[in-house]
């Protein structure tokens, strides 16, 4: 079986990954991309050979023999795209975050169920091998009781005021929406659940959204949780940590995959370097998902967890700045 797909929003991300990795799938064929700037689009078309070519996501939608779409629009599109598609009959991966809130999640994952179409989100992290790794020496007990994760994460871009990504009307937040989102989603997958969620938020002196998101959490198995997110640093960092009663973790850059392991026996480097393209595995894994007609490893439950964090996480923000 061939998954013959759509990828509507063919901007940075598409560019840079999503498309490359739709057509280096075994399992998946590239059939057509839609962006509303005509020039923009068959630059993109051309780049990758992609025979359809679409101003109108509805457009792209009507092709029948279309299997599945592939999402990568500014946050504030999921869900209309996503209801639209599923109403067509079509899969839908989308990019993160899944929506701007949970609420629009649930809307996005009853049309799926619906029309009886898989729902996946884009937290391509979750198939890092160190994370894997990590997961694998929290589940052996080499840490003891876990006592706490935490996360330092930055984007450098100095996005301007107009930038979608910095609009709480498109993007939903800042860095906490845009980046904190994926490590929300590491934690989940290495932590399990979350009961209690505190912040605090700086504001950005240029734009609508918050410059620094500081978020606490207390996961379900007693561990806290910290994780501080920022837009517009140098030098930005990714680093995880990890501490439990007899041994810590530590992974410098997430995207370079080395950890460090610190037990009484001593410390231990080593190295689990992700793929080269960050969404193959996200894509393959979506494609085996419809072909076997199961849902995803990273359905769109398990993305609509990440964005009730978040919710929670500002709404805890603007009770503490209201006194309440
Ligand atoms: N997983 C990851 O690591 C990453 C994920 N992302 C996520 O991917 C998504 C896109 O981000 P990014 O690529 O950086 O964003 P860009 O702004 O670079 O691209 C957005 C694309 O969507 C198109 N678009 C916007 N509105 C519509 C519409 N109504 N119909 C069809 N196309 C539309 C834009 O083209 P036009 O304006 O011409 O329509 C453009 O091609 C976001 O959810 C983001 O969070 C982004 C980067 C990395
Ligand atoms: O991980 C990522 C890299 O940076 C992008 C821009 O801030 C994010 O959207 C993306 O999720």
Known sequence: MTI?????????????????AIQADPLSDLVAVCRRSEAQLHDFADQFSVP?????????LAIEDLDAVYIATPVDCHL?????????????????????????????????????????VAYYRRFYPVVQRIKQLLDAGKLGRILSIACVTGNPNRFPADDWRVICARGGGGPLMDIGSHRIDVFLQ???????????????????????????????????GVLQCFFGTINSPDRLEIIGTDGRITVEDLNQGDLTLFTADGVTVESHPPASNLHRPL??????????????????????????????????????????
């Not at 002196?205 to 806290?224: C, I, K, R, S, W």
Request: glycine content about 8%; overall charge negative; some cysteine.
């Open 4 to 20: 013959r797909w759509g990828l509507i929003g063919v901007g940075d991300i598409a560019n840079k990954r999503v498309a490359a």
């Open 52 to 60: 359809g070519r679409f101003t109108n996501a509805d457009d792209l």
């Open 80 to 120: 209309p795209q996503t209801i639209a598609a599923a109403a067509a009959g079509k899969h839908v991966l989308v990019e993160k975050p899944m929506a701007l809130d949970p609420d629009q999640c649930d809307q996005m994952i009853a049309a799926c169920d619906q029309a009886n179409v898989q729902l996946g």
């Open 190 to 224: 290495l932590m399990g659940d979350i009961d209690a969620v505190q912040s605090s938020m700086m504001d950005a002196p240029d734009f609508e959204a918050e410059q620094v998101a500081t978020v606490m959490l207390g996961f379900q198995n007693g561990a806290h």
């Open 283 to 324: 894509i393959e894994e979506f494609s085996q998902a419809v072909s076997e007609n199961r849902s995803p490893a990273i359905s769109g439950r398990t993305g609509r967890k990440t964005n009730e964090i978040m919710q929670r996480a500002y709404e805890h923000d603007r009770s503490r700045r209201a006194g309440a």
